[in-house]
Every structure is written in C-alpha cells, then in structure tokens.
C-alpha cells in the first residue's frame, strides 16, 4: 500500500487523513475478519464456519474453517494455514468434514477427520470443485467441475518450417458467452456433476452435453436418485432464466426434466422423509425483477404448489425441517436479511431478521445460516459496527456467539449509523435509507456529505458494517446510503417501478433524501458530494446530467450507454431480454433516453470515473466513453484504472483502500475553500 500511494502523490493524504488513533484508518481493513458458511454439528453442539481475514503481505482474503461450541462459546481452529479453506460439509453421521481448499496451490476437495483430527485432500482434480454433497450413506461427495473442451480452429496455416516462430495461432470464437466478468476470456467448456468416494479416488463424471451442471444438489433418502438445477434447452444461451429440475439415476446417469415451464426452477431440497421435492422458482414474464416462491413436489403425484405465495419478497437458502413439515428460507425485507419458517400449511413465522452481510465494504445484506437438527437457528451476525459474527437464536433473540473483530474495532471510534425515512418528491413513495454520522457528530456544526448509491439495480443496502461509509465518516463526512425505487426488500412493485424505466425518478428519491439532510442543518450545502459503483454508478452520472448542486462526483465502474453496453457486457442476452423492450438497435431512442451520456452537455460538476481494468460486467469502455465526453465537454475529469480488476474492484484489500481514497481525494479537492 505505501509504495503505491507514494508513487500517487497520496501518502501525505493516507496517513494524515485517516490515522487518527480513535477513528477507523485505510490501513485497519487489514485486520477486518468476518465469519460466513454457516453448518451446524450433527448433534446440533457445535457450529462451524468459515473465518475470513485479509493478509497484508499477499494482499489478499485468506479463509480457514473455526467451529464454535454453542454452550461454552468456545473457539477451535479446524483448519489453518495463509490459503482459502471454505465450503465445510458435514459428513451424515457427524464423524468428518468435507472442505475445499487451495493449500496445494489449486482447489481441491480435502477431508478431515473430527475425531482424530487427521486432514488428507482425497482429489486430484484438474478444475476447482464446487457445491459439496455427500451421498445420504456418507460414502460419497458429489460436486460441480468445469469439464474444457477442445478448442475450435477451422483454419489451420500450411507450410510452417520446423523451429520456426511464427505468430500465435488466432483465437476462434462463436459461443454466446466468450468472456466473463472475474474470469475474462473464457475458454470452451460446460460444468458437470462429479462423484468421488469420501476416502479419496478418481471422480467419475455423472453428468454430459453441451449444458452447465452446477449449484445445489440434493438425493433422495436412498442416495439412488440426484436432484439438480440445469438449463437443458436447446436454447438454453439466449434463453439463460429458463433452467429447470432434473432428475438423475445414480446407476445409469439417465436424466428426466422435474419441472417443465417458463423460468427458473433451482435449489431443488428432497424432503427428509422423502416424499416431497422443494425448490425455488418463479415464472418469468420478462420482467426486471420476480419473487422467487418455493414449490413443494409431491414426488409420487407430481402435484406442486407454492406455500410463500402470501409473502411479497423473493425467497432464497431454503432447508426442510426435520419432520417434513414445513420449510427454513431467508429473504430480505427493508435491507435486513432474515430467516423464516414456513409450515406446508398456514403462516409462516419468522425466527430472526438479524442476518448480517458479509460484504463488509459497503452494507449490503445478505448472509448465511443453518439449522441444527433440534431446530436451532445459527447464522451470521449483522451489526452496523463491527463485520459478521455468528450468532445463536434463543428464545427468540439473537445471541453472539463470536467477537471476531473485538482487537480491531474495540480502540476505534465509528460513526454511528441512523435509520431515515423520506417521502419521494416524485410521488410520496416511502423510501428507507441510513445515515453514518462521522465519529464526534456535532449537530451545530456543518459537514459535508457523501450521498453512496447501491449497485445492482436491484439489490438493497442495510444496516449492515460498511468499511468504505465508516472510512468516508472517518474523514469527516456525513454519509447517506438509500435504497431508491427499483431495489429489492420493498415488494415485487416497488422493485419493478424501474422496469424499462431506469434511471428515473429513482432521482427524485435520491435528491429527497439529500433534502432531508439539509433541513436537518448540519450540512454544508456547498459541500455535498456524490458516488457509487455499478448502478450506483449509473445514478451517479444521471445525477450530474441533471443537477449542478454536487461540487464533486465519483462515477465507479458505469454504464454510460445502454446501447453499446449490451453489445459489450458478458451476460448480454439477460441484459437485452430483461432490462429492455429489444435489442438497441430496434429502440434506440428507448436505449439513449436512459443513457448518461445523452445528457453529457449538461455536465459542470467535476466528475471523476473508477473502474477496473479487467471489469467485464460494465467494461471499462464504459468508462472511456464518458470521460473522452466529459473532456470534450471542457469538465473538470480524471479517470482511475484499477490494475487487473474485475467489476468486484475490492476484492483485493488494498483496492478497497484505493478505491476510498482515490474518492476522498477528489472530493478535498473539489472542497471549496
């Protein structure tokens, strides 16, 4: 971090600004640790899970799996080492544990022994595993593997002398999908279902074609019959919401298709006494946003029903209760993430809302849970103040079981963070966000404000521990996070009032919030900054095309053009199918009516653009668009290209430590003195 801040002219700027012993510091997101990957013991004794903390040397997250006891909140490391140990499964009769690590140098299913305490890796596979299951008999583990294909070449050069060096053969591409965001160009191939005995062996290939087979599995209660999720279309590419439930015999690999309709069907759950399949779904209508339901199966009729249609929220993490009476799920619900029962018949009863996010850079929700064969609920924490712990629901309240960051946080002052409701200007629609004060809140004195928009666009922050908020209140700054028009955890039509219509008066939500600062009288009104990434990016830049009251904007990894981001993004026939009435060049007025950059001569506000250099979600042409547009335009612009970074900037701790600098400093800049 100090080489690279120093090369930047920004080392004064880091230590000065942010190292105030009492206040939260660009260099403690080092010491941040969050706990996810939630399973209970069998015996419902022990939870283990996975604790993550950030290694200063690699620059990167490293994971290693830790059990906690749920009587004497005791901590015990299962695993160790400066590696990614994660997806811990508990063996059937509670004697091992199943995990997936990258120790060797490459991820590999590993095996460990509670008892003995003996740890063996019990594959040698050529492509990183995922989606862990062991067969009901605890003599097998099933999982996903990516299977390469041979690559296409139609055109072969004759007559190249031997020990000649000629140029590097042309790549040939004609898959839908070529390249992915995180992944870059991607190399020919589908996932496929594996099995592997638990003693360690050659995995066997369960499933072929031309189709992904990944994401969660389950078996009947013989271990004879494997559900799981797939897109099997002939279609399938253009057509990518349209998976289903298959069904596979484990003797002879044949498939038959569960379910048959337009939309989504996974997580297929066998219920425990194995009469009923549960599964998420929902049918699609082309629409930017759905409720995900669960559907009950039942396998000898085939009769299926919902039993959530009552709740106006997406469902996600389903489980069956031990007596296959109802089911466990989670969702969100104004930005807290919480767990659920639903019985097959009457009203569901929620357990906790308290599930905390574990993207600790900014507060999204989200979480994990599990639970214990006796009921109980373990999950992860959330906490404005502090990153996910885990906790235990007794008697009916949550009880932490962990303090994780205790020796991180325990010294630093941290902004407190505020619920706030407003009504929009456009149209009286209630709209929740938060507030971080900064760290010694005086409300007679003025203070600058960072108004931070969520990505997504459908997604939802909450009140959840953001290190990049408490670092901007660190320096100072109000901030103020909302959840307009358009994010999830409000309904299926507050979701959709963004269908075919984003941005819109998602603005007015945004710019009603800001007002609501204001007339509280602690801001500064020549102070007032904003930013955000993805969406939040393309809000970012509507915002300064169509108001001046910013004296400085961040617009981080953006789309700028509606139309050539559906001809540049990895996951462009969702995009066109979903998020637009056609293709662009069939609408291109629709396209640029919501484009940024059709409003790019009205920009005055200093606008600066941050965007990895390997994003593939909105490519940074995006970005590159903007700021040729924003320099023509004669505004005051800079762009900043994170090195090797996919649209998940942050991922790496030191570019979450650019990323709110690089921020910071533009907005000092632009501070009018």
């Known amino acids: 971090m100090k080489l690279s801040l120093v090369a930047l002219g920004l080392s004064l700027f880091a230590s000065s600004a942010f190292s105030a012993p009492s206040s939260l510091a660009l260099i403690d997101v080092f010491d941040l640790e969050y706990a996810n990957q939630v399973e209970f013991s069998e015996d419902g004794k022990v939870i283990y899970f996975v604790r993550n903390r950030m290694d200063i040397k690699t620059d990167r997250k490293v994971g290693n799996i830790w059990s906690v006891n749920v009587d004497s909140n ?50 040698n596979l050529t492509q990183s595993p995922s989606g862990l299951t062991w067969t009901p008999d605890g003599k097998q583990l099933v999982f996903s593997q990516f299977v390469p294909a041979k ?32 992944a870059g160009y991607l190399n020919p191939g589908f996932y496929h279902l594996f099995k592997i005995d638990a003693n360690g062996g050659n995995a066997q290939q369960l499933t072929t074609g031309d189709f992904d087979h990944r994401g969660k599995v389950s078996f009947d209660t013989e271990g004879k019959v494997l559900y799981f999720s797939a897109n099997r279309h002939k279609n399938h590419a253009l057509k990518p919401s349209n998976s289903e439930i298959y069904s596979l015999d484990m003797k002879n690999q044949s498939i038959s298709a569960v379910t048959d309709r337009e939309g989504p069907d996974w997580s297929p759950r066998v219920s425990p006494n194995g009469r009923m399949l549960a599964y998420i779904g929902f049918d699609d209508k082309r629409m930017n946003y759905e409720n995900a339901d669960i559907y009950i199966r039942n396998l000898e009729s085939g009769e299926t029903k919902v039993i959530t249609d009552a709740l106006d929220r997406s469902v996600e993490e389903i489980q069956w209760d031990n007596k296959s009476r109802g089911v466990y799920f989670s969702y969100d619900s104004h930005g807290k993430t919480t767990v659920a029962h639903q019985p097959l018949k ?36 959330a906490d404005p103040q502090k990153p996910a712990d885990i906790a235990l629901v007794k008697r009916g309240k949550p009880i932490k079981l962990t303090d994780l960051n205790n020796d991180a946080l325990s010294n630093k002052t941290l902004g407190k963070v505020e619920e706030i409701w407003v009504k929009s200007k456009h149209d009286q629609l209630d709209i929740q966000g938060w507030i971080v004060y ?13 108004l931070e928009i969520h990505g997504g666009p459908v997604a939802n922050y909450g009140p959840h521990f953001s290190a990049e908020a408490q670092l901007f209140a660190a320096k100072g700054n109000v901030v103020l996070y909302m959840n307009p028009r358009g994010s999830d955890s409000y309904g299926k039509a507050f979701a959709q009032t963004i269908h075919h219509n984003y941005p819109s008066n998602d603005f007015d939500d945004l710019m009603t919030g800001v007002d609501a600062l204001l007339e509280k009288g602690f801001i500064d009104e020549k102070r007032l900054y904003v930013t955000g990434g993805s969406g939040g990016g393309v809000l970012t830049a509507w915002i300064v095309g169509h108001t001046n009251r910013f004296a400085a904007a961040v617009v981080a990894k953006p789309v700028i053009n509606w139309y050539s981001f559906v001809l540049t993004a990895d996951y462009y026939p969702f995009f066109a199918d979903y998020w637009f009435p056609g293709k662009p060049w069939e609408h291109m007025a629709h396209y640029m009516k919501r ?12 606008t600066m653009l941050l965007t990895g250099d390997a994003d593939y979600r909105t490519p940074i042409s995006e970005t590159e668009q903007y700021y040729q547009a924003l320099k023509l335009q004669g505004v005051d612009t800079a762009m900043v290209r ?4 996919s649209h998940g900037i942050t991922a790496r701790p030191s570019n979450l430590m650019n990323k709110v600098a690089y921020i910071q400093w533009w907005f000092d800049k632009h501070a009018e003195k």
């Not at 296409?152 to 140029?167: D, Q, Y």
């Not at 009457?346 to 979480?367: E, N, Q």
Request: overall charge positive.
């Open 438 to 450: 900064p760290p010694g809140f005086d409300k007679s004195k003025k203070y600058p404000l960072v």
């Open 642 to 645: 994170i090195p090797d970074a």
């Open 74 to 123: 005791a901590l015990e490391p299962i695993t160790s080492g400066l590696h990614m140990d994660y997806a811990p499964v508990i063996s059937p009769d509670g004697k091992r544990l199943a995990f997936i690590s990258t120790r060797d140098g490459s991820s590999q299913i590993y095996m460990k022994w509670l008892t003995s305490g003996a740890v063996a890796k019990i594959s």
């Open 346 to 381: 009457g009203k569901s009863k929620v357990l906790t809302d308290a599930v905390g996010s574990v993207a600790f850079g900014r507060p999204y929700s989200g979480g994990s849970y599990d639970i214990s064969p006796r009921g109980e609920v373990a999950f992860t924490l």
């Open 595 to 606: 484009s940024p950059i059709s409003y790019v001569g009205n920009v005055t506000t200093p």
């Open 151 to 182: 690559p296409k070449a139609p055109v072969n050069l004759p007559g190249k002398p031997k020990g000649a060096e000629w140029a590097k053969s042309p790549i040939f591409i004609d898959d839908v999908y070529y390249r992915s965001d995180g």
